[in-house]
Protein backbone atom coordinates (compact mmCIF):
# COMPACT_ATOMS: atom_id res chain seq x y z
CA UNK A 1 0.00 0.00 0.00
CA UNK A 2 1.43 3.70 -0.87
CA UNK A 3 0.46 6.97 -1.78
CA UNK A 4 3.25 9.16 -2.99
CA UNK A 5 1.97 12.65 -1.43
CA UNK A 6 2.86 13.42 2.08
CA UNK A 7 0.79 15.16 4.16
CA UNK A 8 1.43 17.86 6.70
CA UNK A 9 -1.80 16.97 8.79
CA UNK A 10 -3.99 13.44 8.48
CA UNK A 11 -7.38 14.14 10.80
CA UNK A 12 -8.90 10.51 11.74
CA UNK A 13 -12.65 11.82 11.90
CA UNK A 14 -14.74 13.81 10.11
CA UNK A 15 -17.10 14.98 13.04
CA UNK A 16 -17.34 18.51 14.13
CA UNK A 17 -13.96 18.46 16.26
CA UNK A 18 -12.01 16.60 12.48
CA UNK A 19 -13.86 18.30 10.04
CA UNK A 20 -13.29 21.91 11.37
CA UNK A 21 -9.75 20.89 11.94
CA UNK A 22 -9.07 19.75 8.89
CA UNK A 23 -10.57 22.75 7.36
CA UNK A 24 -8.82 25.04 9.47
CA UNK A 25 -5.07 23.12 8.71
CA UNK A 26 -6.01 23.50 5.03
CA UNK A 27 -7.06 27.28 5.50
CA UNK A 28 -3.35 28.01 7.53
CA UNK A 29 -1.54 26.47 4.51
CA UNK A 30 -1.24 22.88 5.46
CA UNK A 31 -1.74 20.23 3.63
CA UNK A 32 -4.30 18.08 4.92
CA UNK A 33 -6.26 14.67 4.59
CA UNK A 34 -9.08 14.15 6.52
CA UNK A 35 -10.45 10.11 7.12
CA UNK A 36 -13.86 9.87 7.50
CA UNK A 37 -15.12 5.64 7.81
CA UNK A 38 -19.55 6.33 7.68
CA UNK A 39 -19.50 7.37 4.06
CA UNK A 40 -20.66 11.11 5.04
CA UNK A 41 -18.95 13.83 6.82
CA UNK A 42 -20.09 15.51 9.96
CA UNK A 43 -20.25 13.46 12.55
CA UNK A 44 -22.35 11.77 15.19
CA UNK A 45 -23.73 15.23 15.58
CA UNK A 46 -24.97 15.90 11.98
CA UNK A 47 -25.33 12.43 10.48
CA UNK A 48 -27.34 10.95 14.15
CA UNK A 49 -27.13 13.79 16.45
CA UNK A 50 -27.53 17.20 16.99
CA UNK A 51 -29.43 18.25 13.84
CA UNK A 52 -31.55 15.35 13.01
CA UNK A 53 -32.06 15.43 16.83
CA UNK A 54 -32.87 19.00 16.38
CA UNK A 55 -35.38 18.60 12.88
CA UNK A 56 -37.61 16.62 15.01
CA UNK A 57 -37.47 18.22 18.04
CA UNK A 58 -38.35 21.41 15.84
CA UNK A 59 -41.30 19.85 14.08
CA UNK A 60 -43.14 17.83 17.03
CA UNK A 61 -43.47 20.95 18.79
CA UNK A 62 -44.66 22.65 15.80
CA UNK A 63 -46.95 19.49 15.82
CA UNK A 64 -47.66 19.74 19.28
CA UNK A 65 -48.31 23.17 19.50
CA UNK A 66 -51.02 23.28 16.86
CA UNK A 67 -52.86 20.11 18.41
CA UNK A 68 -52.87 21.63 22.33
CA UNK A 69 -51.88 25.07 22.12
CA UNK A 70 -53.80 27.08 18.76
CA UNK A 71 -57.04 27.87 19.97
CA UNK A 72 -55.82 30.24 22.47
CA UNK A 73 -54.52 32.25 19.76
CA UNK A 74 -57.66 32.47 17.44
CA UNK A 75 -56.47 30.12 15.20
CA UNK A 76 -59.20 27.41 14.06
CA UNK A 77 -57.38 24.44 12.91
CA UNK A 78 -59.08 20.82 12.14
CA UNK A 79 -58.00 17.32 11.22
CA UNK A 80 -54.56 17.84 12.27
CA UNK A 81 -52.67 14.44 11.81
CA UNK A 82 -48.90 13.46 12.16
CA UNK A 83 -47.13 12.14 8.95
CA UNK A 84 -44.14 10.56 10.88
CA UNK A 85 -42.72 9.39 7.44
CA UNK A 86 -42.75 12.70 5.92
CA UNK A 87 -41.62 14.25 9.37
CA UNK A 88 -38.28 12.08 9.27
CA UNK A 89 -38.33 13.15 5.33
CA UNK A 90 -37.37 16.54 6.12
CA UNK A 91 -35.28 15.37 8.71
CA UNK A 92 -33.24 13.52 6.81
CA UNK A 93 -33.39 16.73 4.01
CA UNK A 94 -32.15 18.79 6.53
CA UNK A 95 -28.88 16.29 7.27
CA UNK A 96 -28.23 15.57 3.97
CA UNK A 97 -27.97 19.57 2.90
CA UNK A 98 -25.88 20.19 5.52
CA UNK A 99 -23.01 16.48 5.51
CA UNK A 100 -23.01 17.56 1.80
CA UNK A 101 -21.96 20.98 2.33
CA UNK A 102 -18.92 19.77 4.57
CA UNK A 103 -18.15 18.13 1.08
CA UNK A 104 -18.23 21.33 -1.00
CA UNK A 105 -16.06 23.15 2.32
CA UNK A 106 -13.58 20.55 2.03
CA UNK A 107 -13.13 20.94 -2.27
CA UNK A 108 -13.21 24.56 -1.83
CA UNK A 109 -10.46 24.54 1.14
CA UNK A 110 -8.45 21.52 -0.91
CA UNK A 111 -8.90 18.87 1.59
CA UNK A 112 -8.39 15.50 0.78
CA UNK A 113 -11.58 13.46 1.97
CA UNK A 114 -10.38 9.82 2.08
CA UNK A 115 -12.90 7.54 2.15
CA UNK A 116 -12.23 4.72 5.27
CA UNK A 117 -11.45 3.66 8.18
CA UNK A 118 -7.93 4.88 9.39
CA UNK A 119 -5.66 3.28 11.91
CA UNK A 120 -2.45 4.57 13.28
CA UNK A 121 0.65 2.31 11.88
CA UNK A 122 3.10 4.57 13.27
CA UNK A 123 3.77 8.04 14.11
CA UNK A 124 4.05 9.15 10.67
CA UNK A 125 1.69 7.23 9.07
CA UNK A 126 -2.08 6.42 8.87
CA UNK A 127 -3.80 3.48 6.73
CA UNK A 128 -6.81 2.89 5.68
CA UNK A 129 -9.05 1.16 4.89
CA UNK A 130 -11.34 2.39 1.96
CA UNK A 131 -15.08 2.07 2.45
CA UNK A 132 -15.50 0.62 -1.22
CA UNK A 133 -12.83 -2.09 -0.45
CA UNK A 134 -9.82 -1.17 -2.32
CA UNK A 135 -6.43 -1.95 -1.28
CA UNK A 136 -5.51 -0.24 1.70
CA UNK A 137 -4.01 2.97 1.58
CA UNK A 138 -0.75 4.62 3.36
CA UNK A 139 -1.20 8.05 4.09
CA UNK A 140 2.45 9.42 5.53
CA UNK A 141 2.32 12.30 7.66
CA UNK A 142 3.89 14.75 9.81
CA UNK A 143 0.79 15.50 12.02
CA UNK A 144 -2.22 13.55 13.47
CA UNK A 145 -5.20 14.50 14.82
CA UNK A 146 -7.61 12.05 16.24
CA UNK A 147 -11.10 13.04 16.30
CA UNK A 148 -12.82 10.18 16.31
CA UNK A 149 -15.60 11.28 19.05
CA UNK A 150 -17.91 8.59 21.05
CA UNK A 151 -20.90 6.29 20.64
CA UNK A 152 -23.42 5.29 23.29
CA UNK A 153 -22.65 3.57 26.20
CA UNK A 154 -24.69 0.39 26.46
CA UNK A 155 -26.93 -0.75 29.33
CA UNK A 156 -25.06 -4.60 30.25
CA UNK A 157 -27.53 -7.21 29.24
CA UNK A 158 -30.24 -5.13 27.17
CA UNK A 159 -28.87 -5.67 23.43
CA UNK A 160 -29.54 -2.72 21.28
CA UNK A 161 -31.50 -3.87 18.02
CA UNK A 162 -32.25 -0.10 17.53
CA UNK A 163 -35.80 -1.26 16.68
CA UNK A 164 -37.08 -2.02 20.51
CA UNK A 165 -34.17 -1.92 22.19
CA UNK A 166 -32.72 2.13 21.03
CA UNK A 167 -29.99 4.41 21.52
CA UNK A 168 -30.51 8.04 20.33
CA UNK A 169 -29.22 6.85 16.57
CA UNK A 170 -32.62 4.53 16.65
CA UNK A 171 -34.63 7.26 18.27
CA UNK A 172 -34.62 9.64 15.57
CA UNK A 173 -35.68 6.76 13.41
CA UNK A 174 -38.51 4.84 14.60
CA UNK A 175 -40.84 4.16 11.55
CA UNK A 176 -44.19 4.17 13.98
CA UNK A 177 -44.52 6.17 17.82
CA UNK A 178 -44.54 3.87 20.51
CA UNK A 179 -47.78 4.00 22.68
CA UNK A 180 -45.09 3.30 25.98
CA UNK A 181 -41.42 4.36 25.86
CA UNK A 182 -39.11 3.99 29.04
CA UNK A 183 -36.33 6.08 29.18
CA UNK A 184 -33.50 4.76 30.93
CA UNK A 185 -31.14 8.14 31.86
CA UNK A 186 -32.30 11.17 32.28
CA UNK A 187 -29.74 13.30 31.10
CA UNK A 188 -30.29 15.70 27.42
CA UNK A 189 -30.74 12.89 25.04
CA UNK A 190 -33.23 11.57 27.30
CA UNK A 191 -35.25 14.10 27.63
CA UNK A 192 -35.06 15.80 24.46
CA UNK A 193 -35.63 12.26 22.83
CA UNK A 194 -38.31 11.78 25.26
CA UNK A 195 -39.96 14.81 24.61
CA UNK A 196 -40.08 14.31 20.68
CA UNK A 197 -42.03 11.06 21.36
CA UNK A 198 -44.18 12.44 24.20
CA UNK A 199 -45.07 15.26 21.55
CA UNK A 200 -46.00 12.77 19.29
CA UNK A 201 -48.23 10.67 21.32
CA UNK A 202 -46.45 8.28 23.36
CA UNK A 203 -46.42 8.07 27.27
CA UNK A 204 -42.97 8.63 28.14
CA UNK A 205 -41.37 6.95 31.35
CA UNK A 206 -37.82 8.86 32.09
CA UNK A 207 -36.11 6.63 34.95
CA UNK A 208 -32.60 8.13 35.79
CA UNK A 209 -30.16 6.76 39.03
CA UNK A 210 -29.68 10.24 40.40
CA UNK A 211 -32.48 12.59 42.46
CA UNK A 212 -32.41 15.19 39.57
CA UNK A 213 -32.92 15.26 36.07
CA UNK A 214 -30.88 16.58 33.76
CA UNK A 215 -27.21 15.05 33.67
CA UNK A 216 -23.72 16.82 35.00
CA UNK A 217 -23.65 20.60 35.50
CA UNK A 218 -27.21 21.32 35.63
CA UNK A 219 -28.04 24.06 37.84
CA UNK A 220 -30.60 22.81 40.40
CA UNK A 221 -33.27 25.20 39.89
CA UNK A 222 -33.06 24.76 35.85
CA UNK A 223 -33.12 20.87 36.39
CA UNK A 224 -36.58 21.38 39.09
CA UNK A 225 -38.02 23.96 37.06
CA UNK A 226 -37.59 21.48 33.84
CA UNK A 227 -38.93 19.14 35.65
CA UNK A 228 -41.84 20.60 36.59
CA UNK A 229 -42.64 21.88 32.94
CA UNK A 230 -41.77 18.79 31.48
CA UNK A 231 -43.83 16.58 33.99
CA UNK A 232 -46.99 19.18 32.98
CA UNK A 233 -46.00 17.90 29.23
CA UNK A 234 -47.10 14.52 30.16
CA UNK A 235 -43.46 12.74 30.34
CA UNK A 236 -43.25 10.95 33.77
CA UNK A 237 -40.12 10.61 36.15
CA UNK A 238 -38.73 8.28 38.29
CA UNK A 239 -35.78 9.74 39.70
CA UNK A 240 -33.59 8.01 42.35
CA UNK A 241 -34.28 4.65 40.83
CA UNK A 242 -31.97 1.89 38.97
CA UNK A 243 -32.95 -0.26 36.10
CA UNK A 244 -31.54 -3.63 37.41
CA UNK A 245 -31.91 -5.88 34.26
CA UNK A 246 -34.06 -5.75 30.72
CA UNK A 247 -35.81 -8.83 28.88
CA UNK A 248 -36.70 -8.13 25.11
CA UNK A 249 -37.43 -11.60 24.41
CA UNK A 250 -41.08 -10.74 24.50
CA UNK A 251 -43.29 -8.40 22.46
CA UNK A 252 -42.21 -5.36 24.37
CA UNK A 253 -39.29 -4.82 26.86
CA UNK A 254 -39.61 -5.69 30.62
CA UNK A 255 -37.46 -3.68 32.69
CA UNK A 256 -36.72 -4.51 36.63
CA UNK A 257 -36.34 -1.04 38.39
CA UNK A 258 -35.26 -0.83 41.99
CA UNK A 259 -35.71 2.61 44.60
CA UNK A 260 -32.19 3.28 44.88
CA UNK A 261 -33.19 5.15 48.53
CA UNK A 262 -35.92 2.47 49.66
CA UNK A 263 -34.60 -0.81 47.60
CA UNK A 264 -38.42 -1.83 46.59
CA UNK A 265 -38.38 -3.11 43.00
CA UNK A 266 -40.99 -3.45 40.66
CA UNK A 267 -41.27 -4.14 36.72
CA UNK A 268 -42.32 -1.70 33.77
CA UNK A 269 -43.03 -2.60 30.60
CA UNK A 270 -42.49 -0.66 27.30
CA UNK A 271 -42.57 -0.95 23.33
CA UNK A 272 -39.45 0.87 23.02
CA UNK A 273 -37.11 1.38 25.58
CA UNK A 274 -33.94 4.29 24.34
CA UNK A 275 -30.70 3.73 26.48
CA UNK A 276 -29.71 7.48 27.23
CA UNK A 277 -27.05 6.54 30.00
CA UNK A 278 -24.09 8.63 28.54
CA UNK A 279 -21.27 8.16 25.86
CA UNK A 280 -17.99 6.88 25.35
CA UNK A 281 -14.79 7.51 23.64
CA UNK A 282 -14.44 5.75 20.32
CA UNK A 283 -11.06 4.04 19.47
CA UNK A 284 -12.23 0.75 18.41
CA UNK A 285 -9.19 -0.11 15.33
CA UNK A 286 -7.37 3.45 15.74
CA UNK A 287 -4.03 1.30 16.40
CA UNK A 288 -3.62 3.22 19.53
CA UNK A 289 -1.41 0.08 20.36
CA UNK A 290 0.98 0.56 17.60
CA UNK A 291 2.24 4.00 19.02
CA UNK A 292 1.42 2.90 22.93
CA UNK A 293 -0.62 6.06 23.70
CA UNK A 294 -2.81 5.66 26.38
CA UNK A 295 -6.46 5.82 27.57
CA UNK A 296 -7.94 6.72 31.30
CA UNK A 297 -10.28 4.31 32.66
CA UNK A 298 -12.68 5.69 31.17
CA UNK A 299 -11.72 5.34 27.93
CA UNK A 300 -10.69 8.88 26.97
CA UNK A 301 -6.94 9.53 25.27
CA UNK A 302 -4.67 11.06 27.85
CA UNK A 303 -3.45 14.52 26.42
CA UNK A 304 -1.42 17.35 27.68
CA UNK A 305 -2.92 21.05 27.45
CA UNK A 306 -1.93 21.36 23.59
CA UNK A 307 -3.89 18.14 22.86
CA UNK A 308 -0.80 16.56 22.49
CA UNK A 309 -0.35 12.71 23.19
CA UNK A 310 3.01 10.95 24.15
CA UNK A 311 3.65 11.98 20.47
CA UNK A 312 4.00 15.52 20.64
CA UNK A 313 2.94 15.52 16.25
CA UNK A 314 -0.04 13.43 17.35
CA UNK A 315 -2.74 15.33 18.67
CA UNK A 316 -6.82 14.54 20.09
CA UNK A 317 -9.74 16.79 20.52
CA UNK A 318 -13.35 16.36 20.84
CA UNK A 319 -15.36 13.85 22.71
CA UNK A 320 -12.75 10.97 22.18
CA UNK A 321 -10.68 13.19 25.13
CA UNK A 322 -11.25 14.87 28.04
CA UNK A 323 -14.28 17.79 28.59
CA UNK A 324 -18.01 18.24 27.29
CA UNK A 325 -19.24 16.01 25.08
CA UNK A 326 -20.34 18.83 22.86
CA UNK A 327 -19.83 19.86 18.84
CA UNK A 328 -18.66 23.37 19.32
CA UNK A 329 -16.37 22.39 21.78
CA UNK A 330 -15.17 19.96 19.97
CA UNK A 331 -14.96 22.55 16.64
CA UNK A 332 -13.18 25.26 19.13
CA UNK A 333 -10.33 22.48 19.78
CA UNK A 334 -10.06 21.83 16.46
CA UNK A 335 -9.57 25.24 15.49
CA UNK A 336 -7.08 25.22 18.15
CA UNK A 337 -5.33 21.93 17.48
CA UNK A 338 -4.51 23.28 14.07
CA UNK A 339 -3.27 26.50 15.57
CA UNK A 340 -0.60 24.59 17.22
CA UNK A 341 0.20 23.00 14.60
CA UNK A 342 1.33 25.54 12.55
CA UNK A 343 1.62 28.93 15.00
CA UNK A 344 2.34 27.00 18.04
CA UNK A 345 0.23 28.31 20.03
CA UNK A 346 -3.99 28.19 19.88
CA UNK A 347 -6.22 28.49 23.01
CA UNK A 348 -9.66 27.49 24.44
CA UNK A 349 -11.63 28.87 26.74
CA UNK A 350 -13.43 26.15 29.09
CA UNK A 351 -15.03 28.45 31.36
CA UNK A 352 -17.53 29.78 28.60
CA UNK A 353 -18.33 26.90 26.74
CA UNK A 354 -22.33 27.17 26.52
CA UNK A 355 -24.59 24.18 27.26
CA UNK A 356 -27.98 24.17 25.95
CA UNK A 357 -30.94 21.48 26.36
CA UNK A 358 -33.44 21.79 23.27
CA UNK A 359 -36.61 20.98 25.20
CA UNK A 360 -39.77 23.06 25.16
CA UNK A 361 -38.68 25.65 27.21
CA UNK A 362 -35.12 25.12 26.29
CA UNK A 363 -32.50 25.22 29.11
CA UNK A 364 -29.70 26.71 28.25
CA UNK A 365 -26.61 27.86 30.38
CA UNK A 366 -22.51 29.31 31.09
CA UNK A 367 -20.03 28.89 33.65
CA UNK A 368 -20.57 27.35 37.28
CA UNK A 369 -24.05 25.79 38.61
CA UNK A 370 -25.29 27.33 41.73
CA UNK A 371 -24.39 24.17 43.88
CA UNK A 372 -20.88 24.46 42.39
CA UNK A 373 -19.99 27.78 43.72
CA UNK A 374 -21.52 27.23 46.65
CA UNK A 375 -18.92 24.26 47.01
CA UNK A 376 -15.93 26.53 45.75
CA UNK A 377 -16.34 28.69 49.10
CA UNK A 378 -16.99 31.83 46.84
CA UNK A 379 -19.37 34.12 48.29
CA UNK A 380 -22.01 35.10 45.44
CA UNK A 381 -25.06 36.74 44.70
CA UNK A 382 -28.23 35.59 42.42
CA UNK A 383 -30.52 37.74 40.23
CA UNK A 384 -33.37 36.17 38.56
CA UNK A 385 -36.38 37.17 36.52
CA UNK A 386 -39.13 35.08 35.35
CA UNK A 387 -40.85 35.16 31.36
CA UNK A 388 -43.88 35.83 32.82
CA UNK A 389 -43.23 39.38 33.61
CA UNK A 390 -41.34 39.61 30.33
CA UNK A 391 -43.75 41.65 27.49
CA UNK A 392 -42.20 39.55 24.62
CA UNK A 393 -43.07 36.61 26.58
CA UNK A 394 -46.53 37.13 27.83
CA UNK A 395 -47.53 38.37 24.35
CA UNK A 396 -45.99 35.13 22.46
CA UNK A 397 -48.03 33.36 25.45
CA UNK A 398 -44.97 31.71 25.85
CA UNK A 399 -44.25 32.48 29.40
CA UNK A 400 -42.43 29.23 30.94
CA UNK A 401 -38.89 30.02 32.69
CA UNK A 402 -36.54 32.36 34.03
CA UNK A 403 -33.12 33.74 33.75
CA UNK A 404 -30.70 33.34 37.02
CA UNK A 405 -27.66 35.31 37.07
CA UNK A 406 -24.81 34.18 39.42
CA UNK A 407 -21.99 36.99 40.57
CA UNK A 408 -19.33 37.56 42.40
CA UNK A 409 -20.58 38.83 46.18
CA UNK A 410 -17.66 41.66 45.76
CA UNK A 411 -17.12 42.19 42.31
CA UNK A 412 -20.15 41.89 40.61
CA UNK A 413 -17.83 39.21 38.04
CA UNK A 414 -20.33 36.54 36.21
CA UNK A 415 -20.14 33.43 37.79
CA UNK A 416 -22.90 31.98 36.02
CA UNK A 417 -26.21 32.26 33.39
CA UNK A 418 -28.73 29.94 34.11
CA UNK A 419 -32.19 30.59 31.81
CA UNK A 420 -35.36 28.07 31.52
CA UNK A 421 -37.03 29.93 29.08
CA UNK A 422 -38.17 29.98 25.11
CA UNK A 423 -35.18 30.67 22.88
CA UNK A 424 -32.93 30.29 25.69
CA UNK A 425 -30.02 28.26 23.42
CA UNK A 426 -30.14 32.10 21.31
CA UNK A 427 -30.27 33.94 24.22
CA UNK A 428 -27.10 32.28 25.88
CA UNK A 429 -24.90 33.97 23.16
CA UNK A 430 -24.72 37.19 24.96
CA UNK A 431 -24.09 35.36 28.31
CA UNK A 432 -20.99 33.55 26.78
CA UNK A 433 -19.77 36.67 25.13
CA UNK A 434 -20.03 38.55 28.78
CA UNK A 435 -18.46 35.84 30.71
CA UNK A 436 -15.26 35.82 27.59
CA UNK A 437 -15.16 39.57 28.31
CA UNK A 438 -15.30 39.00 31.90
CA UNK A 439 -18.08 41.42 32.29
CA UNK A 440 -20.16 42.17 35.30
CA UNK A 441 -23.89 41.95 36.36
CA UNK A 442 -24.16 45.74 35.79
CA UNK A 443 -22.28 46.44 32.35
CA UNK A 444 -25.05 43.91 31.21
CA UNK A 445 -28.00 45.45 33.19
CA UNK A 446 -26.43 48.90 31.80
CA UNK A 447 -26.54 47.82 28.18
CA UNK A 448 -29.54 48.47 26.36
CA UNK A 449 -31.84 45.58 25.21
CA UNK A 450 -34.37 46.38 22.55
CA UNK A 451 -38.07 46.30 23.57
CA UNK A 452 -40.24 44.24 23.40
CA UNK A 453 -37.75 41.59 23.56
CA UNK A 454 -36.74 38.24 25.59
CA UNK A 455 -33.64 39.58 26.30
CA UNK A 456 -35.39 42.11 28.17
CA UNK A 457 -35.23 39.38 30.78
CA UNK A 458 -31.63 38.65 30.53
CA UNK A 459 -30.84 42.71 31.35
CA UNK A 460 -33.30 42.56 34.50
CA UNK A 461 -32.03 39.17 36.01
CA UNK A 462 -28.71 40.74 35.84
CA UNK A 463 -29.80 44.04 36.85
CA UNK A 464 -31.91 42.23 40.03
CA UNK A 465 -28.04 40.75 41.12
CA UNK A 466 -26.70 44.12 42.60
CA UNK A 467 -30.12 45.85 42.22
CA UNK A 468 -33.66 45.71 42.24
CA UNK A 469 -35.49 44.40 38.33
CA UNK A 470 -37.88 47.00 37.43
CA UNK A 471 -40.82 44.51 35.99
CA UNK A 472 -40.40 42.13 38.63
P1 LIG B 1 -18.03 12.66 16.26
O1 LIG B 1 -19.03 13.65 15.83
O2 LIG B 1 -18.49 11.45 16.97
O3 LIG B 1 -17.25 12.26 14.94
C1 LIG B 1 -16.30 11.27 14.91
C2 LIG B 1 -16.27 10.66 13.53
O4 LIG B 1 -15.11 9.83 13.42
C3 LIG B 1 -17.44 9.75 13.21
O5 LIG B 1 -18.09 10.19 12.06
C4 LIG B 1 -16.83 8.36 13.02
O6 LIG B 1 -17.44 7.63 11.97
C5 LIG B 1 -15.41 8.71 12.63
N1 LIG B 1 -14.42 7.69 12.96
C6 LIG B 1 -14.24 7.06 14.16
N2 LIG B 1 -13.19 6.22 14.09
C7 LIG B 1 -12.69 6.33 12.84
C8 LIG B 1 -11.60 5.73 12.16
N3 LIG B 1 -10.78 4.87 12.77
N4 LIG B 1 -11.39 6.06 10.86
C9 LIG B 1 -12.20 6.96 10.23
N5 LIG B 1 -13.23 7.57 10.83
C10 LIG B 1 -13.47 7.26 12.11
N6 LIG B 1 -23.80 18.37 20.85
C11 LIG B 1 -24.11 19.69 20.80
O7 LIG B 1 -23.22 20.52 20.97
N7 LIG B 1 -25.39 20.11 20.55
C12 LIG B 1 -26.40 19.24 20.36
O8 LIG B 1 -27.53 19.65 20.14
C13 LIG B 1 -26.11 17.85 20.41
N8 LIG B 1 -27.08 16.96 20.21
C14 LIG B 1 -26.77 15.63 20.23
C15 LIG B 1 -27.80 14.71 20.04
C16 LIG B 1 -27.53 13.37 20.04
C17 LIG B 1 -28.65 12.39 19.81
C18 LIG B 1 -26.19 12.91 20.24
C19 LIG B 1 -25.87 11.45 20.21
C20 LIG B 1 -25.16 13.81 20.44
C21 LIG B 1 -25.45 15.18 20.45
N9 LIG B 1 -24.46 16.13 20.68
C22 LIG B 1 -24.77 17.46 20.65
C23 LIG B 1 -23.06 15.75 20.91
C24 LIG B 1 -22.24 15.89 19.62
O9 LIG B 1 -22.81 15.08 18.62
C25 LIG B 1 -20.79 15.49 19.86
O10 LIG B 1 -20.26 16.19 20.96
C26 LIG B 1 -19.94 15.78 18.64
O11 LIG B 1 -20.42 15.11 17.50
C27 LIG B 1 -18.48 15.39 18.89
O12 LIG B 1 -17.72 15.64 17.75
P2 LIG B 1 -16.41 14.80 17.42
O13 LIG B 1 -15.87 15.38 16.16
O14 LIG B 1 -15.53 14.75 18.60
O15 LIG B 1 -16.90 13.31 17.19
P1 LIG C 1 -25.72 12.38 30.16
O1 LIG C 1 -24.44 12.08 30.83
O2 LIG C 1 -26.10 13.77 29.87
O3 LIG C 1 -26.92 11.77 31.01
C1 LIG C 1 -26.99 10.42 31.37
C2 LIG C 1 -27.92 10.28 32.55
O4 LIG C 1 -28.15 8.90 32.76
C3 LIG C 1 -27.35 10.86 33.83
O5 LIG C 1 -28.30 11.71 34.42
C4 LIG C 1 -27.07 9.62 34.68
O6 LIG C 1 -27.24 9.85 36.05
C5 LIG C 1 -28.10 8.65 34.15
N1 LIG C 1 -27.74 7.24 34.30
C6 LIG C 1 -26.55 6.65 34.09
N2 LIG C 1 -26.62 5.34 34.30
C7 LIG C 1 -27.91 5.07 34.64
C8 LIG C 1 -28.61 3.88 34.97
N3 LIG C 1 -28.02 2.69 34.98
N4 LIG C 1 -29.93 3.99 35.26
C9 LIG C 1 -30.55 5.19 35.23
N5 LIG C 1 -29.92 6.34 34.93
C10 LIG C 1 -28.62 6.28 34.63
O7 LIG C 1 -25.70 11.48 28.82
P2 LIG C 1 -26.67 11.43 27.55
O8 LIG C 1 -27.95 12.11 27.82
O9 LIG C 1 -26.66 10.02 27.12
O10 LIG C 1 -25.87 12.29 26.51
C11 LIG C 1 -24.55 11.91 26.09
C12 LIG C 1 -23.73 13.10 25.69
O11 LIG C 1 -24.25 13.71 24.52
C13 LIG C 1 -23.70 14.17 26.77
O12 LIG C 1 -22.36 14.48 27.03
C14 LIG C 1 -24.41 15.33 26.18
O13 LIG C 1 -23.78 16.55 26.52
C15 LIG C 1 -24.32 15.10 24.67
N6 LIG C 1 -25.53 15.65 24.07
C16 LIG C 1 -25.70 16.99 24.03
C17 LIG C 1 -26.87 17.53 23.56
C18 LIG C 1 -27.04 19.01 23.53
O14 LIG C 1 -26.06 19.71 23.67
N7 LIG C 1 -28.24 19.52 23.34
C19 LIG C 1 -27.88 16.71 23.12
C20 LIG C 1 -27.70 15.33 23.20
C21 LIG C 1 -26.52 14.83 23.67
Redesign the pocket.
Known amino acids: ASDATEHDVVVIGGGPGGYVAAIKAAQLGLKTACVEKRGALGGTCLNV ?2 IP ?1 KSLLNNSHIYHQIKHDIKQRGIDVEGVSLNLENMMAAKDKSVKGLTSGIETLFKMNKVDYVKGTGSIANENEVVVKPLDGGADISLKTKNIIIATG ?1 E ?2 P ?1 PGLEVDEKKVVT ?1 TGAIALTEVPKKMVV ?7 L ?1 MGSVWSRLGAEVTV ?4 EA ?4 GMDADVSKTMQRLLGRQGIKFKLA ?3 LSGDASGEGVKLEIEGVKNGKTESIEADVVLV ?4 RPYTEGLGLENVGIETDERGRIIIDQEYRTKHSNIRVIGDVTFG ?4 HKAEEEGIAAAEFIKKGYGHVNYGAIP ?4 THPEAAWVGQSEQDVKKSGKEYVVGTFPFIANSRAKTNLDTDGMVKFIADKETDRILGIHIVGPNAGEMIAEGVLAIEYGASSEDIARTSHAHPTLSEAFKEAAMATYDKAIHA
Open positions: GCSSATFSIGGGIIGEVEFLIGGPTKVAIGRAMLASVMY
